[in-house]
Every structure is written in C-alpha cells, then in structure tokens.
C-alpha cells in the first residue's frame, strides 16, 4: 500500500516538474511535438529508474556505512554522468532517428536537475529499495506525463489566435503555470 | 588522514568503477562511423529543412558518404556546397539544377468563387479544416501559410489572392510545399517553362463551375503532347517535362481554362 501511495504521489501530487518545478528545461525545450516529447520522456524515466537504483545502492552501501554522506551530491553526479552516456550509446546504437531527434536534450539530462533532485529525495527521505526504484519509475512517468500534456497542449496552441508577445515562450511559460495550479488541486489525494 | 584519504579513496574507486563501466559498454554499443561524415555535415547548411529528401542535413550527410546521394543534393546550398562536399569525398560536383517552388493554382479573387464570408483564424491550416473560403476545395486560399513559413523573404502574398515566389531568392527549401495544407506548391527545376495550374480532382462542370481556371480535364494538351501530359482524377499532369517538343506549346496552351502553359510575369518573377 505504501508504494502505491509513493507512486501516486510521485506521478501526480509530488510532480517533478509541477511540484518541485524541477526539470524546466526539456519540459520547455522538447514539447514541441508528441512525439518527440513521449521519446524524452520514455529517456527519462528509464535515466530516472536507474539513478534511483544506483544511488541508492552508493547511498546505503558505501556512503551511509562509511559514514561518507556529505559525498552524495558529487558521488550522484558520477552515476548521473555515466548513466546518461551510457543511455546516449545505447539510443544511438538502437535508434538513431530518436537519437536525432533528442538531439542535445539528451546528454542535457545529465545536468537535469530532476534526475539529481530525484536521488537526493529519494536519500533524504530514507526509503527502501522497493520505495526507492517505485519512486525514481513513478517521477519519471510523472515528468513523462507532464511533458506528453505539454506537448499536445502546445501543439493546439499552434493553431490558436495568440497575442503577437505571447507567441513561443511567453505562452507556453503562462500554459506552465496554469498546469502546475491544476496538479496543485491533487494535494488533497494524500494526506 | 583517514578522513582525508577515505573520501578520496572512495571517489576514484567509484570512478574507476564507472569508467569501466562505460569503456565496456562502448566496445559493445559502438556505432562505427565514417569521419567524412562529420566534415560534410560541417558545411551543409544545417537548415534541416529536408529539401534533399533525407530528413535532415546529417542524414544527407550519411547518405552524399555512402554514395546514395550525389554531393551537389543540397538544393540550399547551391555551388558552394555543392564543390566542398565534392572536395572532402574527393569527387567531381555535378551542376547543380537550380530548382524553385512554384504555385499549382490561378483561382485568383476574380476567377474563383467564394464559398462565403470566412472569419474565423486567418491562416490557410484554420481555413482548410472548416473547408476553405471558396467554392474551389483544392484551390489557394490565400492566406499566406506559405509565406510566412519561407525563411528565405522568397514570397509575398500577391493582390489576386495568390503568393508571388521571387525566384532569385527561393532556395527550393520547400517550407512553403510543406506548410500548404492543400499541397499547391510545388519544386521545380527553374529551367521548367510549363506547368499545370490547377490541383482540381472535381469533374469538368463542377470545376468549371467554381473556378474559371481550373482543368476540366478535357484532354486538348494531352493530345498535343502524349508522351509527356497524362489525365489523371480530372487533372492534366505533366509526367516529363523535358519531353515536351517545345513546337507543342502553343497547341498546349490552347488549353479553354488557362490552367496550363508557360509561367506568366503574373505567376512568378
């Protein structure tokens, strides 16, 4: 029961990028299309879910025995590093029409703050390894839904009468701002 | 010194760990890669429009090393291009056919009829969802989609309604091919003095009817010129340009509706 509530939690009330406004910047940058927003977002989650993993194993393993924790933030870092090089090999090997159209978002995961937020809230909050790897799965598909209703929000918003000033960014940062009011109202889902 | 040394020795081991990791990973998951790929992309023009038929320059790129495209298939490019490509693969560039976006449409606001009074967003994608603003469903709407797609200040939408291509600076792009929602423009080689100027697939008396020149699909170029003009869904087409025997024009351009014939300084310029 207790994972469900942290998945719900993550996806919906605790939304990475609506909660904690972290991971702004693809969620602005690649929700253009879809497309190529549900590609980022499958990126993310899957860079997310083994971050949470791998931290987690560094954080209980070697940092906390070792009395070592003021080394999480770099030590997070590291894996963040390698594991987003390691997914980028992998797309481009798999699939490089996606690796195309990741383009530079993709090595920029590495320095997504979300993927770090997520390993230090995950330390923070002292969960378990099941606790961990649901919530780094259920943060990544909360950043995956809210970029995917960015995207189909934006791609509307193409064919709207918008004021000349507001066109490209303006609107899309107004369009941000309404959603994160809106996953607010889920607050009352966990108390 | 433990307390010195421990973070330390913890750090580099952890980084051993995951450079490891990731020589290993590299050894499986390389993509081996020709590095004139890298050069040539260096010089294409990196508007990604996908003029060349590769969905963007890198995969032009891949292709003009592969040999499945030729070094002068930038069309955005041009000469210059065209003689650096060929000079990183060590081959002769070809001439480059200069190409330009033509429209397939002369309903302009006399000769085409209007469905009714449109008000709603002013852009030809809006338009054509809620079936355009004249009578013609195939015809220009004239609301400038094309234009403000190009990047190249190629277009301008003209006084009859139609858009007006500047041939000296289109770049055969093909951002205005794209952007129509009613696939009226169209690439041609500028040495291309003929055209169709019509995309009606309505059968003779309906496109009559809505437009004074639209193809009625009566056959009179067909006839004058087999080889190269087919009827095709209530439409002439030409299939080869370069078959037309330049003596045919003036039969061709007998045409009752005006919608074939050589390009008019009304057209194009």
Wanted: hydrophobic share 45%; charged share 20%.
């Amino acid at each position: 029961m207790e994972l469900v509530a942290i998945f719900i939690s993550a996806v919906l009330v605790q939304n990475f990028v609506l909660y904690y406004f972290l991971g702004i910047c693809p969620f602005l940058g690649v929700s253009k299309k879809i497309d190529s927003a549900v590609s980022m977002g499958i990126a993310v989650t899957f860079v997310m879910t083994i971050t949470a993993v791998v931290s987690w194993l560094i954080n209980n393993l070697i940092l906390i025995p070792y009395d070592l924790g003021y080394l999480q933030i770099v030590s997070f870092i590291l894996v963040i590093a390698s594991l987003v090089q390691l997914v980028e090999m992998f797309i481009r090997k798999i699939s490089p029409p996606l690796y195309q159209a990741l383009g530079i978002y993709l090595p920029l995961i590495t320095t997504n703050c979300a993927i770090m937020g997520l390993a230090l809230i995950a330390a923070l909050n002292e969960y378990s390894f099941a606790e961990t790897v649901v919530f780094g799965f259920g943060s990544g598909i909360g950043f995956t839904l809210a970029i995917v209703l960015m995207a189909g929000i934006r791609e509307q918003l193409d064919l709207a009468d918008v004021p000349e000033h507001l066109k490209g960014a303006g609107i899309a940062l107004i369009v941000a701002g309404i959603m994160a009011l809106a996953f607010n109202g889920f607050i009352g889902m966990l108390t | 010194m433990t307390e010195l040394l421990m973070p330390i020795l913890t750090m580099t081991a952890l980084g051993f760990l995951f450079s490891a990791g990731l020589v290993l990973a590299y050894k499986k998951l390389r993509v081996e890669e020709d590095p004139k790929i890298e050069r040539v992309a260096d010089v294409l023009p990196q508007a990604n429009c996908g003029a060349c038929g590769f969905s963007g320059c890198r995969a032009f790129a891949e292709a003009v090393v592969h040999g499945e495209a030729e070094a002068n298939g930038c069309p955005v490019g041009g000469d210059d291009v065209a003689q650096d490509v060929a000079a990183i693969l060590g081959v002769q560039a070809g001439k480059i056919i200069k190409k330009v976006a033509r429209v397939h449409c002369r309903g302009t606001h006399e000769a085409a009829k209007n469905r009714g009074l449109y008000l709603g967003i002013s852009t030809c994608y809006a338009s054509h969802l809620v079936g355009g603003n004249k009578q013609c469903s195939y015809g220009c709407m004239g609301y400038g989609d094309c234009v403000r797609a190009c990047l190249f200040d190629a277009m301008d939408m003209g006084e009859e309604g139609l858009p007006i291509i500047r041939e000296e600076k289109c770049t055969a792009c093909g951002k205005c091919v794209d952007a129509c929602p009613r696939n009226i423009l169209e690439l041609h080689p500028l040495s291309q003095n003929i055209l169709v100027f019509c995309r009606s697939e309505d059968r003779g008396p309906m496109a009559r009817k809505v437009c004074k020149n639209a193809c009625i699909a009566c056959g009179i170029c067909v006839r004058a010129s087999p080889d190269a003009i087919v009827l095709e869904k209530n439409l002439a087409v030409i299939k080869d340009y370069k078959k037309i025997d330049p003596a045919n024009i003036p039969e061709i351009e007998k045409c009752p509706t005006d919608s074939i014939g050589r390009l008019r300084v009304d057209d194009d310029r």
